[in-house]
Nanobody, 125 residues
Framework: EVQLVESGGGLVQTGGSLRLSCAASGFTFDDYALNWFRQAPGKEREGVSCISISDGSARYADSVKGRFTIYSDKAKNTVYLQMNRLKPEDTAVYSC??????????????????WGKGTLVTVSS
């Protein structure tokens, strides 16, 4: 059974940091690309970042470039999203998703094969 389990969300003040985790199981980790998406209340889902697990190449949305870093730990089948200098507009439910294939596209919402349930990040002003 394929599972993607996010963790690490919580409440943080503006300027603070959080590290989200997406633990994967039930499929060959290296064969996939993993995306982080977020959705704030009343807003459309937004692509945040993605990583090709096989070679570690990553992409970021302009809104998080320079503040967020995505990386994987293949030994743990886990992808992390390190979020620094958080802003109130980063408040959202963050979800990870995977797509079979070697490349990744930050905005490829419809191409995802499996999704996690999400974790809430709240940034207070």
């Amino acid at each position: 059974e394929v599972q993607l389990v996010e963790s690490g969300g919580g409440l943080v003040q503006t300027g603070g940091s959080l590290r989200l985790s997406c633990a994967a199981s039930g499929f060959t980790f290296d064969d996939y690309a993993l995306n982080w998406f977020r959705q704030a209340p009343g807003k459309e889902r937004e692509g945040v970042s993605c990583i090709s697990i096989s070679d570690g190449s990553a992409r970021y949305a302009d809104s998080v470039k320079g503040r967020f870093t995505i990386y994987s730990d293949k030994a743990k089948n886990t992808v992390y999203l390190q979020m620094n200098r958080l802003k109130p507009e980063d408040t959202a439910v963050y979800s990870c998703a995977v797509e079979y294939g070697l490349g990744c596209d930050v905005e490829n919402y419809y191409g995802m094969d499996y999704w996690g349930k999400g974790t809430l990040v709240t940034v207070s002003s």
